[in-house]
């Protein structure tokens, strides 16, 4: 007899003494973000038809690892003494905090009331009891933090074209649904010096979670009136909740310039003519006659120029000459330092007709150098002849005469 009341007493309180609460814990502040220390409530409820709910004690416990590792429990029990009657509700708090770095979305903790119910007799004592909520809902809210990761952003020409990427990460907690990225060009630093080509100058990078990355490519023209310096392109990106950021990415313009190149050829030497024909200064100039199919040279092949300002032309000596069944034009290598420091290359054609004593000297064999001095003393002793003939005349008649 005493078993069966023992039996009856436990499922009587099992079947009357029901716990209601919600399936999302309550909090005192919401949202709840990364970094929060606040207080979670769980409603518990007498839903039996008398006493039947003593010493209520309810214990708090995360799921799983994720939501272990997001919210550290400072008071896991809270102790709520008895629920007497039918409908009677106590409130359980326990106090949390939110990891730095949990990332946005639903925690799940399991709720634990342990009671007792009522007592049958003197000699059965109470039968604890626990009734188990699960997968009760925590929802935490990150914060966004969209960065620019990487960019192809660097040193550009005035009248370029250049194809660019910037590489976008979320780097905070939260996620940003539907972001964009605009350059906005109409800033008064940037007003007609670079424009975008093909599709404006706003890009989606989507739905961005914490940890995600986005990369946005496009065609950047420089004007060709775009002057040496820094420039900062103004970035914002947005989405939705309000998410808004601002930021600059910069680059650099360099001082590039041009040259234009001529040629003459004087007594058998060849004189290359380099003019610094842009608007911008360059430093270290160095012309070369690179290998070819056209033309050989001998001895050096470099010449240094120095610097060269805008407009400023200066020569350089060269031994060349025609390899047979080859073209005109003749390939040159301009090196330069331009106003940023960077080193810049330039590779000009020039059509070149050498004559035949300019050829033979250019080929360094000394043939036209020794033409040209056999000419001159030739020339000379002839001159000499013809002023001295009277003298040379007399000469030899005294000597025929003695």
Known sequence: MKRLNVIFAVVLALLLAQVAASDYLVTESAPVYPGDTVYVYVPIQNMGFGIFMNDVSVRLEPKDNASAKAVTIL???????????????????F????????????YYFNVYITYTGQEISSSTPPTPVTTELKDQILTIKGKPIIVLLNSSLGIVAPMSINKETLKFKNTGTGTVQNAIAEINLADTNVNSVFSILGGG???SLGNLKSGDEADITFDLAVDIAARPGVYNLPLKITGQNNYSSANYVGLVVAGTTDFEISYQETLGSFSLNVANVGVNPASAVTVSIPRQKNFSSTG????VLGNLNAGDYTSAIFQIAKIPGGGNDL?????????????????????????????????GRG????????WI?????????YWQRKKITTYFQKRKGG
Request: aromatic share 4%.
């Open 75 to 93: 008071n896991d029990v809270d102790s709520l003494g008895t629920i007497n009657d039918w409908g009677d509700q106590r409130t359980a708090k």
């Open 95 to 106: 106090r949390i905090h939110v990891n730095p770095d949990a990332v946005e979305g639903d």
């Open 201 to 203: 100058t706003q890009f």
């Open 300 to 303: 050096s092949s470099s010449s």
């Open 331 to 363: 390939d040159v290598e301009i090196q330069y330092t331009d106003t940023s420091g960077m080193r810049n290359k330039i590779t000009k054609s020039l059509v070149v007709t050498l004559s035949s004593t300019g050829a033979q000297a250019g080929a």
């Open 367 to 374: 043939g036209g150098s020794t033409n040209y001095t056999i």
């Open 377 to 385: 003393l030739a020339i000379a002793v002839i001159l000499v002849i």
